[in-house]
């Protein structure tokens, strides 16, 4: 059974950071994409970040040069260290994960809907404050 676990979630000024945790365990694929999404009161899942199997990164514009996504493959933990935070940050922060697809001889890149991830954590909440 696969299960995903967040923690790191805070409340903190703006310009602040935090480093967000996922602890994936029963997972035993080796093509996948991991991926951190959040939610903010009243809006829909947004992806934040999505690192596959061969270091591959991707981001959201409102995102780039302040977070970084990273995992630890001997302990299959995934991470997400977020800098200058800003109120706008502010959201429920889920990590899942999935099996990278391959087709047309080649792998598929992971993506960004959520609609397209089966298996999530409980979430971490960030708060931010001007």
């Known amino acids: 059974q696969v299960q995903l676990v967040e923690s790191g979630g805070d409340s903190v000024q703006a310009g602040g950071s935090l480093r967000l945790t996922c602890e994936v365990s029963?997972?035993?694929?080796?093509?996948?994409?991991l991926a951190w999404f959040r939610q903010a009161p009243g809006k829909d899942h947004e992806m934040v970040a999505v690192i596959d199997n061969n270091g591959g990164r991707s981001y959201a514009d409102s995102v780039k040069g302040r977070f970084t996504i990273s995992q630890d493959n001997a302990k299959f933990t995934l991470y997400l260290q977020m800098n200058n935070l800003t109120p706008e940050d502010t959201a429920m922060y889920y990590c899942?994960?999935?099996?990278?697809?391959?087709?047309?001889?080649?792998?598929?890149?992971?993506?960004?809907?959520?609609?397209?991830?089966?298996?999530w954590g409980q979430g971490t909440q960030v708060t931010v404050s001007s």
């Open positions: 899942t994960v999935r099996t990278r697809e391959w087709t047309n001889r080649s792998f598929r890149a992971c993506p960004i809907s959520r609609d397209e991830y089966s298996y």
């Open positions: 029963g997972w035993y694929g080796r093509a996948y994409c």
